[in-house]
């Protein structure tokens, strides 16, 4: 159901034109990623998945909120409608780059362990499931990057692009904090990973005491 879920979703946000809709499905396919990692039963994918609920919260939240702040200057959020953004709104774009990198687990940002437990969870438990892991984070990869050439770069094609101005500094200050705390747990994982260690290795217990 997990594997099921990681790809159908991020097949399917490979299609959308719409950065609302394309936050909507990788949503789906992200938790279809906890899903393997849960299923996994080891230390590291359960340990990647708690990571990835946390870091998830953190991302998807805040490129909703930017997502939000185009609706409102540019009244859409399809990619046609966006070239250029990046020429006339720098800070909004780098917030933008920022979780977007987090998104499907760049180094340095919160994203990265969390997906590297739980790939290696998946792969330790059965090959098949590290491999749909593997492709799943590829596609994550693909689909936001294809998007973001669309709408942040490229020519100006509309006049409201060239006027629209970028962040507020209340917005700014809005962004700052999630995106402190996605380069905080990319840069010290050990912050969240030594608060669910005992948890998990006692939830894990209770799980093999049980099985058959």
């Known amino acids: 159901m997990g594997t099921t879920t990681l790809i159908y979703a991020a097949l399917i946000a490979l299609q959308q034109t719409n950065l609302r809709s394309l936050l909507a499905y990788a949503s789906v396919s992200h938790v279809g990623l906890v899903m393997v990692g849960i299923a996994s039963l080891n230390i590291q994918g359960v340990q990647g998945a708690i990571f990835q609920l946390l870091n998830f919260t953190l991302v998807a939240s805040s490129l909703m909120l930017i997502a939000g702040f185009i609706q409102h200057r540019l009244g859409s ?24 990198l987090a998104s499907f687990g ?6 990265f362990p969390a997906e590297l437990l739980m790939i290696v969870g998946a792969l330790t438990a059965h090959a098949g499931l590290g491999a749909a892991a593997l492709a799943g984070a590829i596609l994550g ?27 507020l500094m209340r917005e700014f200050a809005l962004l700052c904090a999630p995106a402190l705390l996605i ?3 990319g840069f010290f994982p050990d912050i969240i990973l030594n608060i669910n260690q005992i948890a998990s290795e006692a939830w894990l217990a209770r799980l093999t005491t049980y099985a058959p």
């Not at 070239?83 to 979780?99: D, E, H, Q, S």
Request: hydrophobic fraction near 50%; glycine fraction near 8%.
């Open 106 to 111: 760049v180094p340095g940002t919160s994203g």
């Open 141 to 167: 990869a693909v689909y936001m990057l294809s998007f973001t050439r669309r709408a942040f770069f490229g020519p100006i094609t509309h006049a409201t692009v060239n006027q629209a101005p970028d962040l």
């Open 77 to 100: 959020t399809e990619a046609i409608h966006l070239g250029g953004i990046a020429k006339v709104m720098p800070r909004l774009t780098c917030f933008y780059f920022l979780f977007a």
């Open 183 to 185: 380069l905080a747990f």
